[in-house]
């Protein structure tokens, strides 16, 4: 009977990230991609379905889905037993350990964006079927990937799980949550694209020219918060560690600073913004108190910012001054004006200006 073993792979159970081990999300279409492989080797998948307590009758099922708990079984039975972590999705197979050498080799460099353009580099020493790349454009960094030869049965299940696995190991890497602004996919949307929304926050789009995942630039130049005897450790079972949803989000004050300046009208209050960074206002609350900020003092820093600039700069009347800083009424923004520089709107105008001339 197969049994649980160490994890020296980065990729047992990927698709099922994110997902609890009780609810049934994870598609039927992954796990016959994994029975496929095994038909490939010309090999009986039954004793690694049993293991995943996964009835057979279900593959015949496009609607079945299986918990993360039996993927994870089912995917790491079949590596072992295949001595493939691609699970058949390449014209070679990756003997087990493959995916955790690239992580050794990435893990010594002094940045995020260095670490994944290892990665990317090295993934292709290995598998020449597919190629990863890093690209940055303006504020947005992309993870996407060219497909060499036809993936064929594989295409859906390989594509996810690369994108997955990149993006968990990233995270994993600089400890913190990188949200997705989005991710692509060339194929056409599959029936249970429903789980999509789980696997890849920000949304998914299909019938693309390439798969590939979008996020902000700025983790790029992260430090990595991880070493050797770290990586040993998350190894030793690699999937909750590298695909966990990260409380700590080490770009969070910016990107709220980031959301006040170019969304005033979506960030008047908690529940705005929150909604807007895609997370519930508890946890925008709690995530800017573990960084030691708070919301209310960067409303406040932006609102500052933004009326000097108004007053320097412009000749607009005070009122659209405190109109443009995003407050409500000229009142209630001389009265903060005061409380941050000690003098009026009008007079700070004046001293201004005289200092100019």
């Avoid at 009758?57 to 918990?67: C, F, G, K």
């Avoid at 994944?116 to 190629?131: F, K, T």
């Avoid at 789009?205 to 998350?234: C, G, H, V």
Wanted: charged share 20%; hydrophobic share 45%.
């Amino acid at each position: 009977m197969l049994q649980p073993m160490p994890s020296r792979s980065l990729l047992p159970a990927l698709v099922g990230a994110r997902l609890s081990a009780g609810p049934a999300v994870t598609p039927i279409a992954f796990v016959n991609a994994i029975v496929q492989a095994y038909a490939r080797q010309q090999q009986n998948p039954a004793k690694a379905l049993a293991w995943a307590q996964i009835a057979p009758a279900a593959l015949a099922d496009p609607t079945a889905r299986i918990s993360a708990a039996q993927m994870e079984r089912i995917s790491g039975a079949a590596m072992q037993e295949l001595d493939d972590e691609a699970l058949g999705w390449f014209s070679r197979r990756l003997p087990w350990g493959s995916y955790g050498m690239l992580a050794r080799a990435s893990i010594s460099a002094p940045t995020l964006g260095l670490a994944l353009r290892r990665w990317c580099r090295h993934h292709g020493l290995i598998a020449d079927d597919i190629s990863l790349q890093l690209t940055v454009a303006g504020d947005t960094a992309t993870l996407s990937i060219t497909e060499h030869r036809p993936l064929g049965d594989w295409r859906e299940f390989c594509l996810v799980s690369v994108l997955r696995n990149i993006h968990g190991l990233a995270c994993w890497l600089i400890d913190s949550r990188i949200p997705l602004q989005g991710a692509q996919f060339p194929f056409a949307a599959p029936q249970h694209q429903d789980v999509y929304g789980v696997l890849f926050s920000g949304p998914s789009a299909f019938n693309t020219e390439s798969a590939a995942i979008r996020f902000d630039a700025r983790y790029l130049p992260l430090p990595l918060r991880r070493d050797e005897p770290a990586l040993q450790q998350m190894l030793q079972r690699a999937l909750p560690l590298t695909v966990l949803q990260y409380r700590r989000d080490r770009l969070l004050v910016q990107r709220v600073r980031q959301a006040l300046l170019s969304q005033p009208d979506q960030s008047h209050n908690a529940d705005d913004l929150a909604a807007w960074l895609k997370l519930s206002p508890r946890t925008l609350h709690r995530q800017l108190k573990d960084e030691g900020a708070s919301l209310q003092a960067l409303k406040d820093e932006v609102r500052q910012s933004r009326a000097l600039a108004l007053l320097l700069r412009t000749a607009r009347p005070i009122k659209q001054v405190a109109q443009g800083a995003g407050f409500q009424n000229e009142k209630s923004f001389i009265r903060a004006f005061r409380g941050w520089t000690g003098t009026s709107p009008a007079e700070f105008r004046r001293s201004g200006a005289a200092s100019a001339d």
